[in-house]
């Protein structure tokens, strides 16, 4: 028998729910956040609060990550995305730009019945206390969203 030992992470389930990209183009522009690009899809899938609870934390990036213009905040905020979508199959986890007290900063924003904000880079959380707020709170204040 081998000594290799594999570490399966079990993937929690969540309720699933759709908006569709118009809907949630005019939540964001309600808010005065511009999209620079067109839609990418007509449906967007989103789960509830306690379905976010669950998997935000598998999103959470390693500050080891970072590597000056290599690697920084986009690039944090593009990988959750992308890993939401295809971990999750959840794509209303979006890149989403603006600026905080430090200046101009990319993160995410996600759809739970009303917007919410996460910071996927773990350096940053330590600052924050949570890897998610409200919209406005901590002073980040969005300006575009990629959808």
Not at 3 to 31: Q, W
Request: glycine share 6%; net charge negative.
């Amino acid at each position: 028998m081998s000594n290799v030992k594999i570490k399966i992470n079990h993937i929690p389930s969540v309720t699933e729910y759709a908006i569709s990209g118009h809907e949630l183009a005019l939540k964001y522009e309600a808010l005065g956040v511009a999209m620079p690009f067109p839609r990418s899809d007509y449906w967007y899938y989103f789960t509830n609060p306690e379905g976010w609870a669950k998997i935000l934390h598998y999103l959470v990036l390693s500050s080891s990550l970072y590597k000056p213009d290599r690697f920084d905040c986009e690039d944090f905020a593009l990988k959750a995305q992308t890993m939401c979508a295809e971990l999750f199959g959840l794509n209303t986890l979006r890149y989403t730009y603006g600026y905080t007290p430090l200046g101009p900063h990319g993160f995410n924003s996600l759809w739970a019945y009303s917007f919410i904000l996460f910071e996927p880079n773990a350096k940053f959380q330590e600052t924050l206390g949570c890897p998610i707020f409200d919209w406005g709170e901590n002073e980040y204040q969005p300006t575009h969203v990629l959808l």
